[in-house]
């Protein structure tokens, strides 16, 4: 007789948090479908969570630990694999100390607390992760400015949205759902969509601001121009808990009046003011700000002063504003991640530590550090890594420099679910479990207030959750970890008062919330005011006010390179059924989409002999890649959208054409061109030029 079963979980095939329920036969998952009863996603779900059956079984899917021999894989016990990273990484640390280790992992995966836990028993500060130009750095400006991350507050129905760089319909980002947007904006909620591109919900917003890529932060200094010079400020607020107000204005009233904010955005200053006196005088009004205002040089900035709009425009900490939520009594990730483990002596070696004090203070590292540490041995040598859920060939910026790095590491292990151009510079081959093989409390959702239930429903393989590939390595290393994973989930919902066999039947938790917190106990920031002057920044050595920095490489700072690379590149736009450099071998989603797109203005296509649906080399100065072009008039004739991500699954040679249509190897990482608080790379806007493939 046939065995069947529903499990009712979360899925994670991007951030995560939608509620899904699993039909399981014959110990098989045979069908996926969203939860109606989930908080969060309403029984919605995306095409990339929807395909996850044809992942799990896909057939070049790695389901066993594999080590390399010679030029090819062999397949190998657990036992021997741990053995062989434990001896490694033991070797490691005799002859160049723990810091010579390198752990690094992707965008967040609901392992982190785990993935630091290790590092820091291990005694290595170096953890590379994307956070240094992706969400840690807004929760690292945030947490200078006023303490924490305050969110959109879409539940009590903003009055008018911000969509600042962010497209939450596609891309559900962090703890954001598109579905939750959507439900606040069909309220009569005004819109005001600030994107280079026309996509769909700048074709339905009250303003759509076309900005040049990359100058968010002159933007938001030029809404602050329009509201100081109309005071369209909340006084109360301003005087109270705004720490710097005067010397903010003397800023913008010298450095951006709106004749030049037009001239760098080079959006009309009408609409500039139109639109800053919509979000001010519109009460509540929420900001919902998105990555590429992290991926450069002003990453820091930009957050410090939309976080300053939303103090002084009196939405922060306000139903239906930016709020902070408060998670379930759950442990802290600090606690998990055993943070104060790590030695003193250690911390002070992260590598950048003392150049990038803001991702010193997130405890991550910036990836140019780890690459020339490997290649230069400065300041000192890094020999090995191990590399969870990542694919930084793809993923970072400068491939060839990263690839050249990850190359010359003595050793390397690699976990995911395929044989990627990162994993096959590896060692060591960890097959990691899905969403699907996972028990895990999923954290992601907490600055929303929630923990969710991640059951798991099959095994797969000899696949581990990467929660249990930590626990168990770090074990052998002599770390002290629990017994399994369920005695871990017991010891993180212990203060909640409930047990994970409990918490399992339950589903999720909600922790309580209330507003206007700041009333009381102030923000938690040395002055106990919302700081838009720093003097955490100043202690450090930074500008304390914020500002815009043009980007260094653009037509305004290398007018010569723009001779040679005419447009701006704007690189990494999302699609829905693609994660990052996910899911190309998954076939419902290649076919809708099975070639990069590169999109060009029709009159900058006709300049160049470009029709629709025509290779074409997109040249920067570090190289060029190949992508197919798709017309766009909803973009500036003078900007180049591509995607990222690319490789070819299907090349079955160990590149897997990492450098056909690869867009970060055209990307710079150089020290130049970053963030100097967070050294967030620049991933997203570049010069460069375009030529029709002849030979395709
Ligand atoms: N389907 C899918 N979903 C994803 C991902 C994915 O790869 N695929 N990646 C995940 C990750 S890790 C992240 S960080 C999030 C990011 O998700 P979001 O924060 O939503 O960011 P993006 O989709 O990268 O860009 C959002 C919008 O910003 C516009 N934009 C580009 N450059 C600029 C600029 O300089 N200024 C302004 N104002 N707008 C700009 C783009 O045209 C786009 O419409 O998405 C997550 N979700
Ligand atoms: N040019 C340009 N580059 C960009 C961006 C951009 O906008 N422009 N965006 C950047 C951003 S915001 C981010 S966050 C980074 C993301 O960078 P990465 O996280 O490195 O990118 P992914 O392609 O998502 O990487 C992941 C690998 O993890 C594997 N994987 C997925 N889930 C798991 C799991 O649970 N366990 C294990 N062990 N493996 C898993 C996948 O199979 C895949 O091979 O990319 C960045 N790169
Ligand atoms: S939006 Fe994310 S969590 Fe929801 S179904 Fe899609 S991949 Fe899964
Ligand atoms: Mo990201």
């Given amino acids: 007789m046939d065995n069947f079963k529903k499990i009712r979980t979360v899925c994670r095939s991007c951030h995560g948090g939608c509620g899904v329920i699993v039909h399981v036969k014959n110990d098989k998952v045979i069908k996926v479908e969203g939860d109606p009863k989930s908080p969060i996603s309403h029984g919605t779900m995306c095409s990339k969570g929807l395909a996850i059956t044809q992942l799990v079984y896909h057939p070049d899917r790695i389901i066993y630990p594999m080590k390399k021999k010679g030029n090819n894989w062999q397949r190998i016990s657990w036992e021997e694999a741990l053995d062989t990273i434990t001896k490694k990484f033991r070797e490691v640390i005799k002859n160049y100390g723990p810091e ?70 596609w891309t559900n980002p962090d703890e954001y759902k598109g579905v939750n947007f959507w439900h606040a904006y069909e309220k009569d909620a005004k819109l005001i969509v600030i994107d280079p591109r026309k996509g769909f919900l700048a074709k339905k917003a009250d303003y759509w601001l076309q900005l040049r890529p990359g100058t968010d932060a002159a933007l938001a200094l030029g809404f602050f121009r329009v509201i100081i010079e109309e005071e369209l400020y909340d006084k109360e607020f301003v005087t109270h808990f705004i720490h710097g107000w005067d010397d903010f204005v003397e800023r913008v009233m010298k450095d951006y009046p709106l004749n030049r904010v037009e001239k760098i955005t080079w959006i009309d200053q009408e609409l500039i003011q139109n639109a800053a006196r919509l979000y001010a005088t519109t009460k509540p009004a929420g900001i919902h700000w998105g990555v590429p205002t992290e991926q450069n040089i002003n990453c820091t900035d930009f957050t410090r002063t939309a976080i300053g709009l939303m103090a002084a425009t009196g939405n922060l900490d306000v139903p239906g504003g930016n709020v902070f939520y408060q998670p379930p009594p759950v442990r802290r990730i600090s606690e998990f991640s055993a943070n104060s483990a790590l030695p003193p ?12 004090k803001l991702a010193d203070r997130m405890t991550i590292i ?86 969710i239930a991640r059951q798991k429903a099959v095994e797969i393989g000899e696949c581990w959750q990467d929660h249990k590939i930590f626990m168990e390595l770090g074990k052998k290393l002599g770390q002290k970890w629990w017994n399994n994973v369920e005695d871990s989930l017991n010891w993180l919902l212990e203060p909640s008062g409930i047990t994970w066999d409990e918490f399992k039947k339950i589903g999720y938790l909600q ?22 002057y720093s003097t955490i920044l100043e202690k450090w050595g930074f500008d304390p006010l914020p500002k815009y920095k043009e980007i260094p490489e653009s037509p305004i700072s290398t007018p010569d390179l723009a001779k040679k690379y005419p447009y701006i590149l704007n690189a990494g736009l999302r699609t829905p059924t693609y994660f990052h450099s996910e899911n190309r071998m998954i076939p419902w989603l290649r076919e809708i989409r099975p070639d990069p797109i590169v999109e060009i203005h029709p009159k900058t296509a006709r300049k160049h002999e470009i029709r629709e649906g025509d290779w074409v080399w997109i040249e920067s100065p570090r190289g ?70 002849e030979d395709e």
């Fill in 366 to 451: 910036t990836p140019k550090c780890a690459w020339d540490a490997i290649l230069n041995e400065k300041p000192y040598p890094v020999k090995a890594g191990y590399l969870v859920g990542t694919n930084p060939v793809v993923s970072r910026a400068n491939a060839n420099e990263v690839y050249k790095a990850l190359e010359n590491l003595d050793f390397l292990a690699v976990s995911d679910f395929f044989l990627t151009p990162t994993a096959e510079l590896a060692d060591i081959f960890l097959p990691a479990g899905t969403w699907l093989e996972q028990d895990h409390v999923s954290e992601n959702w907490k600055y929303h207030g929630y923990i």
């Fill in 100 to 169: 010579a280790i390198i752990i690094g992992q992707g965008t967040g995966r609901d392992y982190e607390s785990h993935f630091s836990r290790f590092g820091n028993l291990l005694g290595t500060p170096n953890l590379l992760t994307a956070g240094h130009m992706c969400y840690l750095s807004r929760v690292g400006a945030s947490l200078i400015t006023c303490g924490r991350h305050p969110v959109c507050d879409y539940v009590n129905n903003p009055k008018c949205i911000i969509l600042w760089a962010c497209n939450p319909l």
């Fill in 511 to 532: 922790g309580d919330m209330t507003y206007y917190k700041y009333k009381e106990k102030g923000f938690s920031t040395p002055t106990r005011k919302v700081e838009l």
């Fill in 624 to 693: 060029r890649v190949k992508q197919r072009a798709k017309l766009n008039s909803g973009i500036d004739p003078k900007v180049i959208v591509a995607e990222h991500g690319w490789w070819y699954p299907e090349v079955k040679s160990s590149d897997h054409g990492w450098k056909t249509s690869n867009i970060n190897l055209l990307t710079d990482n150089s020290y130049e061109s970053m963030d100097p608080v967070m050294g967030a790379t620049n991933l997203r806007v570049l010069l460069c030029n375009i030529i029709r493939c």
């Fill in 345 to 356: 002596e250690q911390k002070k070696k992260r590598l950048g530590g003392n150049q990038y």
